[in-house]
Nanobody, 119 residues
Framework: QVQLVESGGGLVQPGGSLRLSCVVSGTTFSYLVLGWYRHAPGKEREFVVT???????NYRDSVKSRFTISTDNAKNTVFLQMNSLKPEDTAIYYC?????????????WGQGTQVTVSS
């Protein structure tokens, strides 16, 4: 059924950039909310950014000036452009897809992609 597959993670130096992609399959790209979350060792999973179907975005304070979420609705894809990366950005990044196309709200997650920021 519905699957989310993240890609684009890797190892970068502080100050570097990375673009993550998330492809949604198994359903039409009809969403209430799309988002990116991250999970670092020893910490709880945390919100990074969301975008709703009207294009309204919400960023956590620590990434507002550095990260940008965007979508390509024709390709069922959501992106996260990450600039000026810091060591504290190191985490597994997960894509989130929320939709009510089935008559009730459902919430899906990808398997994650590792981002490591280190010298």
């Amino acid at each position: 059924q519905v699957q989310l597959v993240e890609s684009g993670g890797g190892l970068v130096q502080p100050g570097g950039s990375l673009r993550l992609s998330c492809v949604v399959s198994g359903t039409t790209f009809s969403y209430l909310v799309l988002g990116w979350y991250r999970h670092a060792p020893g910490k709880e999973r945390e919100f990074v950014v969301t975008i709703n179907s009207d294009g309204i975005t919400n960023y956590r304070d620590s990434v507002k000036s550095r990260f940008t979420i965007s979508t390509d609705n024709a390709k069922n894809t959501v992106f996260l452009q990450m600039n000026s990366l810091k060591p504290e950005d190191t985490a597994i990044y997960y894509c989130n897809f929320v939709s009510s196309r089935w008559g009730f709200t459902r919430d899906f997650w990808g398997q994650g992609t590792q981002v490591t920021v280190s010298s």
